[in-house]
């Protein structure tokens, strides 16, 4: 069972704790679509520093029980908006990124959300199923964190699904 998952707007001291969540190679696996070399502080600090710069991006630290576990996102594509999500290893299994996810969406604007997962990211999945997404499509892209093509779902949460409560 989760502890109370609280969302919170990003720090400039929350970035060390998020490098740390991205050197797991297990999690950059599961992520697929992460950066090529995530050891890469200064690729690393761009990008953050180009995001939270970027005012349509919503950027959230997920904090339990007092305790930066990991971070929250919703950020446009094209005309769509997209979510994506990234709870420290250590932490998996006990409902953080489901909560986490849930309470994001429930910040949002009325309309539909979008996700993508790697199609054998069974524990994303899950989250986005939890929460209300379903897939809608298939696609592929170059995930450079594993140096191939990968296919992938992309999930659609319908406008409106966020407040019907618990999926």
């Avoid at 919170?8 to 297990?26: G, I, M, T």
Wanted: glycine fraction near 8%.
């Amino acid at each position: 069972m989760t502890s109370e998952v609280r969302l919170r707007p990003v720090r400039d001291d929350d970035l060390p704790a998020f490098f740390a969540h991205e050197q797991d190679p297990q999690a950059t696996w599961m992520a697929a679509f992460g950066p090529a070399d995530p050891s890469d502080r200064a690729a690393f600090d761009a990008h953050w520093a180009r995001i939270r710069a970027d005012e349509r991006v919503v950027n959230r630290a997920v904090v339990v029980d007092g305790e930066l576990v990991g971070r929250v996102a919703a950020f446009p594509v094209g005309e769509r908006t997209e979510v994506s999500y990234w709870i420290d290893p250590a932490r998996w299994g006990r409902g953080h990124a489901t909560a986490a996810l849930r309470a994001l969406l429930r910040e949002l604007p009325p309309g539909p959300v979008h996700a993508r997962a790697a199609k054998d990211n069974a524990a994303s999945l899950a989250v986005l199923r939890k929460c209300g997404f379903v897939v809608v499509g298939e696609d592929s892209g170059y995930a450079a964190s594993r140096g191939t093509e990968v296919e992938e779902y992309v999930l659609e949460l319908p406008a409106g699904a966020a407040e019907q409560g618990d999926h």
